[in-house]
């Protein structure tokens, strides 16, 4: 049952245009805290205290396994931006953000889990979406010849979108590494080249749906 549905929604192009830009949404989501993480600051405020605070405090307290957590996040990141190798991003995403989820969970900061429920539920259906390309883990030695792939046939160019994730991925990455951190803004400061990088990051998803929308049109 599952399979067909992911079968029948790989053919439609609204889909196919909500999977990207989920990739692109729970990769960016990874970035600011992966940076932190590799640059070695602190996720939460050392003032800070409690279950939730103390165990941040910790876990940056470890050394090389704080950058390492980083590494692996902006790895699954870089990889869901590629469109072309979103499917081991997904499945290096979950774990992380099953690990996540639980333990906001189990800390009570409720705000922060219900985010980062909705991340992992998303990454469940990234998962599912490319159920094809890794179900034959599970397949039985003489029947892997059965395991096949459906090819996407709706009009959607994702070496397009592959473009759009790494320029993404690319321009905040830079901006951050220049700025030296995370940048987050105090309200609105137009007088910080910083302030315009993000509306920036969000206005390039937009101008390639427009650019592929009307591709999509021209070859209908």
């Known amino acids: 049952m599952i399979t067909n549905l992911v079968r029948r929604s790989r053919q439609l192009r609204w889909i196919n245009v909500a999977v990207v830009n989920l990739r692109f949404l729970i990769g960016f989501a990874f970035i600011p805290s992966a940076l932190k993480k590799l640059l070695d600051q602190p996720f939460t405020d050392p003032t800070n205290h409690g279950r939730f605070h103390d165990f941040l405090h910790a876990f940056h307290a470890t050394g090389w396994f704080y950058s390492f957590v980083g590494a692996m996040q902006i790895t699954a990141a870089a990889l869901l931006f590629t469109q072309r190798f979103a499917t081991i991003g997904a499945l290096l995403a979950l774990p992380i953000l099953t690990a996540i989820t639980a333990f906001c969970w189990s800390t009570q ?16 259906g990234l998962v599912l979406w490319d159920l094809d390309k890794w179900r034959g883990i599970f397949a039985r030695d003489d029947r892997s010849h059965e395991i096949r792939t459906t090819p996407i046939t709706a009009r959607i160019d994702l070496r397009l979108w592959a473009y759009c994730g790494v320029a993404m991925f690319v321009v905040y990455l830079g901006s951050s ?5 995370v940048y987050r803004p105090r309200g609105i400061e137009l007088d910080k080249p910083a302030f315009y990088v993000l509306p920036a990051v969000m206005l390039l998803p937009i101008v390639t749906f427009i650019i592929d929308q009307r591709r999509a049109r021209r070859d209908s």
Do not use: S
């Open 109 to 124: 900061v409720y705000p922060t889990a219900t985010i980062a429920t909705m991340m992992w539920l998303g990454t469940i």
């Open 177 to 181: 590494l220049i700025h030296g951190g």
